[in-house]
């Protein structure tokens, strides 16, 4: 499928559509959610612009850095200086309150609903608002993790204690050495328990989480799905979109539900199977 992209039918009034994705929401036997970074975007966890330059000025000054995401890949001289950026890449985006509403109004429009959330998001929105654990997958990641950067072993470790000192504690763009961490097996430098090549740990609770989610999916053949798509780009498509994609022209019964800003649409295969909103995520939350 997906040979060709059909856009939203522009005859098809906004408050329309917000309507039925209303009655998709009350009526379906599941709820798929599959979330991406312009969720936690809309959240106010934004990458670049003003907020870049309040936590990162120094950096962006000295490097040219432009943004958080192209900052994380910069090869820093020293693990001293790696970690000055890491810790505040971590606290400001995992540690730190939720700027905006948007999760809570997310969780209580499918709260009471039979729900599954898979997600790219590596900054533990969805738990800190009250969502259910055992309804996640994280399939990225999580910043509150590090893991061996070798890795000798397929474990992961809490940071927050570790990097609150290295935010409280750092100078001149480095953090000091003896806070600097290091596998407790085999001695070598930690690093994150992001997916960016296949060193990425699966630890124990990913593997949980991807079982919960197959589980999940597998009940629901031939039901009335909602998968719902918040916020997800071209960036990495084959985990939440092209899937979506698929199991709804699968299932007559599934409904595949977009919210995204300027990337909203379906293939033609499934677009009147498909409720596309171009829109503020935040917005359309509120009207929903």
């Known amino acids: 499928m997906c040979s060709r992209i059909g856009t939203?039918?522009?005859t098809e009034a906004y408050w329309q559509k917000i309507e039925r994705l209303r009655m998709e929401l009350l009526q379906a036997d599941a709820v798929v959610i599959g979330a991406g970074s312009?969720?936690?975007?809309?959240?106010?966890f934004t990458?670049?612009?003003e907020r870049f330059e309040k936590y990162f000025g120094d950096f962006a000054v000295k490097y040219g850095i432009g943004d958080m995401y192209s900052g994380g890949f910069y090869p820093y001289a020293t693990l001293a200086e790696y970690w000055a950026w890491w810790s505040r890449q971590i606290y400001y985006n995992r540690y730190v309150d939720i700027p905006e509403p948007v999760y809570e109004k997310l969780l209580e429009l499918i709260k009471d609903r039979d729900y599954f959330v898979l997600t790219t998001n590596v900054d533990h929105c969805f738990q800190k608002v009250g969502f259910a654990k055992e309804r996640?997958?994280?399939t990225q990641g999580d910043y509150g993790l590090w893991q061996c950067a070798e890795p000798c072993h397929e474990e992961t470790y809490d940071n927050e204690a570790v990097?609150?000192?290295?935010i409280a504690a750092?100078?001149?763009?480095?953090?000091?050495?003896?806070?600097i961490p290091y596998c407790p097996k085999c001695g070598k430098p930690m690093t994150m328990n992001l997916r960016c090549d296949d060193t990425f740990v699966e630890d124990q609770g990913w593997r949980k989480g991807s079982e919960r989610y197959r589980n999940f999916i597998q009940r629901q053949e031939?039901?009335?799905?909602?998968?719902?798509e918040l916020g997800v780009g071209m960036n990495t498509p084959g985990i939440i979109k092209y899937p979506f994609w698929q199991m709804t022209a699968k299932n007559p019964n599934a409904i595949y539900a977009c919210i995204n800003y300027g990337e909203?649409?379906?293939?033609t295969e499934i677009v009147e199977q498909s409720i596309c909103l171009n829109g503020e995520l935040g917005k359309i939350l509120r009207d929903l």
């Open 8 to 10: 939203e039918k522009s």
């Open 38 to 44: 312009g969720l936690s975007a809309a959240a106010g």
């Open 47 to 49: 990458y670049s612009g």
């Open 136 to 138: 996640l997958f994280y």
């Open 163 to 166: 990097v609150r000192q290295m």
């Open 170 to 179: 750092q100078k001149n763009m480095s953090v000091p050495e003896e806070l």
């Open 222 to 228: 031939n039901r009335r799905v909602l998968f719902w």
């Open 264 to 267: 909203a649409y379906a293939p």
